[in-house]
């Protein structure tokens, strides 16, 4: 630490004009010292074990209900072109009164928006399907 004692020639009527930051400097680093050593116990984050993929072939029955939204959003029904959700939704209310209930199986091609398969998703809950799934296509093994 320094201190200023006066000018050289004992003129004490000097006004001093310079910035002591010597304690500044001082309480920055035992800040810094006690952020280094505080901030492991704060970002402690909770150990979680997340699930790891698996691709699992899936052997298709008859009871299926197998549903396709193309790039344009049109859905189909085993080969039935549906005019909207309405439709679909009188069809799957029909499917989640059999018992076994069937899988619904959504095939949505690669270009197909968020937006229409979010439709399908949410119409198959409202009429009461318990089990969606959606179909892909395999990685090439290379």
Do not use: C
């Not at 005019?83 to 209930?101: R, W």
């Amino acid at each position: 630490m320094s201190m200023s004692v006066g000018s050289d020639s004992g003129d004490e009527d000097a006004v001093m004009s310079e910035i002591n930051t010597t304690p500044l400097v001082d309480i920055m680093l035992v800040l810094l010292i006690i952020f280094l050593i505080t901030s492991p116990v704060v970002l402690h984050l909770q150990k979680i074990k997340l699930p790891e993929e698996i691709n699992q072939v899936i052997k298709a029955t008859p009871e299926d209900v197998n549903i396709v939204v193309n790039k344009d959003g049109d859905m189909y029904w085993n080969q039935t072109k549906l005019d909207n959700t309405d439709a679909l939704f009188e069809f799957l209310k029909k499917e989640s009164v059999k018992l076994p209930q069937p899988k619904v199986l959504v095939r949505g091609d690669q270009e197909t928006r968020y937006e229409f398969i979010g439709k399908v998703i949410f119409t198959a809950q409202r009429a009461g399907i318990q089990k969606v799934g959606f179909v892909t296509e395999p990685p090439d093994k290379g």
